[in-house]
DNA sequence: AATATTTTTTAGACAAGACTAAAAATGTTT
DNA sequence: AAACATTTTTAGTCTTGTCTAAAAAATATT
């Protein structure tokens, strides 16, 4: 009976609200960096001191979720890396289920979706899948790990990369700030639209482009939060 | 721009997640009694201790949403009753969309309505309200606040209080334990039937009834959990 | 009215998660 | 290699929410 139960408590995740936030961000960081992640890239990311950092990354290491040694940064383990994928794939599915079916802007999404990642029952979000019709892309373009953790990345690159006559389809933001969206909204840019470089100025890195069938002329940060699948 | 940002901060409620759940539990203890709330019957409401109530109870009476005068209970202010009425308010709706989208049956609903009560985004939860069509009532036919947190109760009695021949329709349950609910389910007892008493038992109040054009007999324990409307 | 019982509050402790300040380790220049 | 700068860890403190044990107040019983 005590295996039984304690088992039932594994399958629903024993990580309080704030190891969440941790493996979340540390997953996010790791994706890129092919070392350890950083104490201070942790503290940075989830605005909190790096000492605290110090603090949680010892408690999940004693629950095997990453390897930590002193001053070398860490790593998630594979049960780490499933913990906070399913985070992420709950985090993603709430920001469809906004937008398809509450009316919520892109750009309104996210902090609804922080609360919403942390909410513990399989049955739940699994359903909300299945409502959605098991949709791969959240609204910022952001892949969905599935029931596993599992996520197929998709060959994308920013558009400040292309060259002049490529062309290609706006798939996703890399910075999904509210600030930048609205932006996009104003200028009429979505996902799913053809994007085709005229010019790129070497003066300043801004490119004249054509999308949803209107020139237009974009600064290079723009660029190079836009991404474009050939 | 101080004076702003605090009053945005009130509108999404400033209350922690253990603060909400005293609210809503002494709300719901306060609609039966009339005296004050008493700390016994809160912490046995929780599962907590009554010298954990004592400290909260004293925090809560800072933030003005509750009267206490020591050893002598608590009552909620309006400011109180509104907060609590809008958690039920989201708790009810939840519990209506796992019901209605979700396909959850009513026995599964509570546990997760009890996280989701806490998330903190008024369009989310109007939203909600709106594509399920601003229902009234929840799934166990407990009535839903509305946006300003008034209830309109309705005329109802326990099935137990009825007498031979008296007939009425099933609107609701006052226990809504997983295993009563499966009960009914087992009996195809379901609300919105019409129901008539035939026979009462003196002996032990059993009760024999018609529901769902069935007839059954029906111990006091389930006729004092089945609410009536005439 | 005095005594016993129950309820409530106080006092002190603890765990989680955060912070500051200072020490230690690592990395970078000279 | 030594000095300087940055990163990370440690030590100690704080807040929130909980607990146990003991004291105080309110109720109930004799
Ligand atoms: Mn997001
Ligand atoms: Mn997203
Ligand atoms: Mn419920
Ligand atoms: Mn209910």
Same mark, same amino acid.
């Given at each position: 009976? +005590? ?8 399958l629903e995740s ?6 969440e936030?941790?493996?979340k ?8 960096? !092919?070392?350890? !992640? ?39 383990? $594979?049960?780490?890396?499933k913990t906070a994928a399913l985070i992420v794939r709950k985090h993603r599915l709430w920001e469809v289920f906004l937008?398809e079916k ?5 750009? $309104?999404?996210?902090?609804v979706a922080e609360q919403l990642e942390h909410i513990k029952s399989s049955k739940l979000i699994n359903e909300i899948d299945a409502l959605l019709g098991f949709p791969?892309?959240d ?5 969905i790990p599935d029931t596993n953790g599992?996520l ?13 006559? $490529? ?19 104003? +200028? +009429?840019?979505?996902?799913? +639209?053809? !994007? $085709? ?34």
């Open positions: 009976m +005590q295996k039984i139960i304690s088992l039932h408590h594994k024993m990580f309080s609200h704030s190891e936030n941790y493996l961000a540390i997953y996010h960081l790791g994706i890129t960096s !092919v070392n350890g !992640v950083s104490t201070n890239a942790i503290a940075k990311k989830l605005s909190t001191k790096a000492s605290s950092v110090t603090d949680m990354i010892k408690k999940l290491a004693e629950k095997k979720v990453l390897i930590y040694k002193k001053y070398q940064g860490v790593s998630l383990t $594979e049960e780490g890396k937008v509450l009316n919520f802007n892109w750009d $309104e999404v996210h902090d791969k892309f609204p910022h373009g952001d892949p599992n197929h990345l998709i060959e994308k690159k920013l558009l400040s990369t292309l060259q002049i006559n $490529e062309t290609g389809i706006c798939i996703g933001v890399k910075d999904s700030s509210a600030s930048f969206l609205q932006f996009l909204d104003k +200028q +009429q840019i979505a996902l799913g +639209q053809e !994007v $085709e470089v005229l010019e790129k100025e070497d003066f300043d890195d801004s490119m004249t482009i054509k999308i949803n069938n209107k020139k237009m002329t974009v600064s290079n940060k723009i660029a190079n939060n836009l991404y474009i699948q050939k």
